[in-house]
């Protein structure tokens, strides 16, 4: 019997003297989990180099997603090794769960081997389809002076055929005409 009298002293001291906890400071944290600068992400088929990423600043958060919030650079390549597009933005994200990378701001993609360039203020990349494409206005212009302005466009991945949802405004030189 002298046992219970010290088991209820032992159970109201150990709960009395427990802290009040600001639950505020249990919320799960949202932030990255891991800040990378100066990142280059190679990747390659048959051990040749077919891409490179790069980011000043790359942002990794808990769920795999990637910010890249000073700009992202994409750099094609191919099966000789030639650079043959390059994709840059001015702010960069990586959708983990559906592979996707999205540029905004300022984007271009520069198709050097055709020398003809395409300006965006969005742009995805989808590695899975080997696709660009955008739902916004795009700006094309060729070589050869012709200007092909549109909204939405889907083309492969090196920017060599490209398709336009619409096309407004455009300009396209006649043969003889500077």
């Known amino acids: 019997m002298k046992s219970i009298p010290q088991?209820?002293?032992a159970l109201f001291l150990l709960i009395s003297c427990r802290e009040n906890v600001d639950l505020s400071q249990l919320e799960n944290y949202e932030g990255p989990i891991r800040i990378t600068t100066n990142m280059e992400l190679y990747h390659s088929d048959s051990a040749k180099v077919r891409t490179i990423l790069t980011g000043d600043k790359q942002l990794e958060f808990p769920n795999g997603d990637i910010e890249f919030p000073e700009g992202i650079s994409i750099d094609f390549f191919e099966k000789n090794g030639e650079l043959s597009t390059t994709i840059r933005a001015d702010r960069g994200f990586y959708d983990r769960k559906n592979n996707l990378y999205m540029g905004e701001g300022d984007v271009e993609v520069h198709n050097i081997i055709k020398d003809q360039k395409l300006n965006s203020e969005e742009l995805f990349w989808d590695p899975n389809k080997d696709i660009i494409f955008t739902e916004k206005f795009v700006t094309v212009q060729r070589q050869d002076g012709t200007i092909i302005n549109g909204t939405g466009m889907e083309a492969d991945q090196?920017?060599?055929?490209?398709?336009?949802?619409?096309?407004?405004?455009?300009?396209?030189?006649?043969?003889?005409e500077e």
């Open 7 to 9: 088991l209820i002293l």
């Open 158 to 176: 090196q920017f060599n055929e490209y398709t336009f949802h619409k096309i407004e405004r455009s300009k396209i030189p006649l043969p003889g």
